[in-house]
């Protein structure tokens, strides 16, 4: 059973440009979460969602942030007219359905690390 | 909100020493999850505690929650190279996860 994967595993973008960021949960899993780590700091909670639906957003910055988590594909957190103040690094992770979320361990991908020039 | 104070930020410790790390709230913790980031890696689950005094062990590491669920504590025993990495408490609120600022485990070379 692959874990949960994310891509690019580093993504290098100029000022203003946009990035996507990829995860693809475990199979079997509906629930995922994006977090972001700043250098020598804890993960900080973005948005969670399942399929098709946002069910937490009040992490994400209120402009040129989005996610989905289409019925087919992996999720995306997209960043729009990237700033310096972006560059971090973006964690997905997911849990399964079984037992519901409120408990459940949280498996995390690779991450990626995201360098606004 | 909900937050979870964890201290200290770093700890050197000389391999065989043992190395503890803490975290606290001001407000009570329905549950505390304890997870292990190595060096460039991602965050990997080590234990849930939910119970009220609870203790659970993983050969070396001893998981502790305190009796008012406001803290918990996390101790490695005998400390080896394998164990280098931050170590962070994390708190489930909701669907959220919120995280401790972690503490760095460095081994003195």
């Known amino acids: 059973n692959a874990g949960v994967m994310q891509n690019p595993r580093h993504l290098v973008r100029r000022r203003g440009q946009e990035a996507r960021l990829r995860c693809s949960p475990m199979?079997?899993?509906?629930?995922v979460y994006w977090y972001r780590q700043l250098p020598e700091e804890g993960l900080k909670f973005m948005v969670y969602?399942?399929?098709?639906?946002?069910?937490?957003e009040s992490g994400m910055p209120k402009e040129r942030f989005s996610a989905e988590f289409p019925k087919e594909g992996p999720s995306i957190l997209r960043i729009q007219q990237v700033v310096r103040g972006d560059s971090a690094a973006y964690f997905c992770?997911?849990?399964?359905?079984?037992?519901?979320?409120?408990?459940?361990?949280?498996?995390f991908g690779p991450g990626t690390r995201l360098t606004v020039l | 909100g909900q937050q979870v104070m964890q201290i200290p930020q770093y700890q050197h410790v000389q391999e065989g020493e043992d190395f503890t790390t803490y975290c606290n709230s001001s407000t009570t913790l329905s549950n505390i999850q304890w997870y292990k980031q190595r060096p460039g890696g991602h965050p990997v689950f080590l234990i849930q505690?939910?119970?009220s005094g609870e203790v659970k062990k993983q050969k070396r590491l001893t998981f502790q929650f305190g009796e008012a669920k406001k803290n918990s504590s996390l101790h490695i025993t005998a400390t080896q190279t394998t164990d280098v990495g931050t170590y962070f408490c994390?708190?489930?609120?909701?669907?959220?996860?919120?995280w401790g600022a972690g503490t760095k485990l460095i081994i003195k070379p």
């Open positions: 992770a997911s849990s399964p359905d079984q037992g519901g979320p409120s408990y459940n361990e949280q498996f």
């Open positions: 199979k079997g899993h509906s629930h």
């Open positions: 505690l939910v119970k």
């Open positions: 969602l399942q399929k098709e639906n946002i069910i937490d």
């Open positions: 994390a708190c489930r609120s909701n669907y959220q996860l919120i």
